[in-house]
């Protein structure tokens, strides 16, 4: 049982980022992708519900998307209109496992 983040990376102020999370011996439905900014806790950004429905944080709303592909037992995470504050290391969990975080650095 294992979940393996990916994806991150520098990218400027306004740009995007696709993070994925692959799961392996388990489906990955239910999720939740985190993030630690240096200095402060982990947060929830945004969560995939068993079904299908998605929920985001504050910060994320409007920017922030979760998609599944269920054939490669993987979600995603679009990251658009990213800032300096979206600047941690990224996580996501499921079942109570959580995968290696991916660095996102949103800087100029």
């Known amino acids: 049982v294992q979940l393996q983040a990916s994806g991150g990376g520098l990218v400027q102020p306004g740009g995007s980022l696709r993070l994925s999370c692959e799961a392996s011996?388990?489906?990955?439905?239910?999720m939740g992708w985190y993030r630690q900014a240096p200095g402060s806790a982990r947060e929830r950004v945004a969560t995939?519900?068993?079904?299908?429905?998605?929920g985001y944080e504050d910060s994320a709303k409007g920017r922030f998307t979760i998609s599944r592909d269920s054939a490669k037992n993987t979600v995603y995470l679009q990251m658009n209109s990213l800032k300096p504050e979206d600047t941690a290391v990224y996580y996501c969990?499921?079942?109570?496992?959580w995968g290696k975080g991916t660095l996102v650095t949103v800087s100029s």
């Open positions: 995939r519900f068993f079904g299908g429905a998605t």
């Open positions: 011996g388990f489906i990955l439905d239910a």
């Open positions: 969990m499921a079942n109570g496992v």
